[in-house]
């Protein structure tokens, strides 16, 4: 959430910084703002709102110069309006731009305020930057400022910094949040990640935890947490500005969703042989680690932690090995009791998400044999902290509302699924045969799936007046509902929510009438019968039943169950990635018929890089 441009160049940088905005919109936000140097001064623009209005600000007072930052706010500290978008500025002459939440924000500005200190905002960030204001008017330069004020601080950040005092100079600073340096021929920017600076650079630096960065047009310089100069490596990104384009599709989701047959095929690639995984895809001596396992613990948040309980079943009905699933928000906060022989799993899109992290490095001191990352970015804060990863390959996704990240976490599980079996000899190798065999095939099978695209927009015409939905699955599918049920309601704002079809009778069946839709997943699997039983009882309350069915339990399904969807699943493997297809497009209709921002849903953010 919220996103940082910096730049410092010899040609003017508001276009560059204006467009790092536009490419870091996908993350989500609420209001942008930019400040420049000029002459001996600083200039400032800011809206609550898009990029957009702040573009429509400019075209009536441009601003243009050589060095600058820029912002998009997600709304934690203080509502979104003007008084609290980025940038911030102190005495006139210093600007300041903050992802993240500061802690201890409080005792910071009553001791503000009583050096006189005025505040103009309800957030967290104003802090920041008085404090830093504060020590440059004690003698310290600007990059020796953000190094004492960083001391200070408990909480998350990223910090980009100007001051009219210094042209040309920019200062930035991460802890918990992301922030990376790009690297251009004599001009140097910063951002929240790539995606921004494509357009002006390949090359980034990646800084790493408690990094304070000074910038220039000419060079840059790097302290780490302990105040002792630092060498990060540099590396090119193989990554093209064209990338985040939306083409001939409506919006980003919709792209996203039809990506998916190709992110699927990429997670695969090179990672799985003729009849058998291949050796160390998680890392160098991976598979000597993990043929110690006797447990696993999954930790996730969201569309991921969904991910993270269909991996559950499949770990324990296909390799035979005990796995919990949690919350991250609620696991870091807790005492677990680790099993000898237990291996930490963090699944995240962004690697960034804070919860997430914070798990991994609780974990990390908890006694587990291994931690691995199940991990969209290879350069992020879980990769590099975790001792095994898998890239999941699925490619930049803008849409808030993840899609094509989700189904290549669930390969990825799965590859972790065949791989733990395999090395413990818990299949017989005819058995892993075939299921490398359904795997191959996958990509196809959703590239089918795609093909209802038609039948489900027109199906979406049901739920646009309705306030309510129920999803519906048992087994491995009950996660698969509880995606269903996410995706409506992040992008359509209809309430929607997901029970094991088993529980009806336990509460939600109460609920049920004509005016509430119910969608069921249907696979080809021995709890087909029961499912049945539990459609037949909505049907026999006048609910209004959807069953996304597998071709071949399609004949045991009668009219009186409702409107069917019919599709290949291709199995007990393949089934949650197929079944998954269906309910992403049944959503995003939805979400167009009522007209809601589907890449961008209200109060929602793409990377939650905060608690």
Known sequence: MCGIVAASAHRDVSEILISGLHALEYRGYDSAGIAIQQGDGLRRCRTDGKVRDLEALLEETPLAGHCGIAHTRWATHGVPNKANAHPHVSGGTLALVHNGIIEN????????????????SETDTEVLVHLIHQQIAGGADMFGAVREVA?????????????????????????????????????????????????????????????????????????????SPADRPVKEADLAADTAQRGTYRHYMQKEIFEQPQAIAETLEGRIGADHVLPNIFGVGADEILKQVKQVHIIACGTSYHAGLVARYQMEELAGIPCMVEVA?????????????????????SGETADTLAALRHANESGYLATLAICNMPESSVVREAELALMTRAGLEIGV???????????????????????????????????????????????????????????????????????????????????????????????AEAYPAGELKHGPLALVDHDMPVVAVAPNNRLLKKLISNIEEVRARGGEMIVIADTEVVSSLRER????????????????????????????????????????????????TVE
């Open 401 to 495: 509302a993840t899609t094509k990240a989700f189904t290549s976490q669930l390969v990825a599980l799965q590859l972790l699924v065949l791989e733990l079996a395999q090395l413990a000899n818990r299949v017989s190798g005819e058995q892993l045969a075939e299921w490398i065999r359904e795997l191959n095939s996958l990509p196809e099978l959703v590239g089918k799936a795609l093909q209802l695209d038609g039948r489900l927009e027109k199906l979406a015409e049901r739920f646009v007046e309705k306030h309510h939905a129920l999803f519906l699955g048992r087994g491995s599918h009950y996660p698969i509902a509880m995606e269903g049920a996410l995706k409506l309601k992040e992008i359509s704002y209809i309430h």
């Open 105 to 120: 924000h409080e005792e910071l500005r009553e001791e503000l305020l009583s050096a006189s200190y005025e505040f103009n």
């Open 561 to 608: 169950h409702g409107l069917v969807v019919e599709l290949d699943t291709g199995g007990l493997l393949l089934a949650p990635v197929v079944l998954t297809v269906p309910l992403q497009l049944l959503a995003y209709h939805v979400a167009v018929l009522r007209g809601t921002d589907v890449d961008q849903p209200r109060n929602l953010a793409k990377s939650v």
């Open 329 to 349: 928000s609620e696991y870091r906060y807790r005492h677990p009791v680790v099993p000898e022989g237990t291996l930490f799993v963090a699944i995240t899109q």
């Open 151 to 227: 001391k200070r601080l408990r909480g998350a950040y990223a910090i980009a910094v100007v001051s009219a005092a210094e042209p040309g100079v920019v200062v930035g600073a991460r802890s918990g949040s992301p922030l990376v340096l790009g690297i251009g021929f004599n001009e140097h920017f910063l951002a929240s990640d790539i995606h921004p600076l494509l357009s002006v650079t390949n090359r980034f630096v990646y800084l790493e935890e408690g990094d304070v960065v000074r910038l220039s047009t000419d060079d840059y310089e790097i302290r780490d947490r302990d105040d």
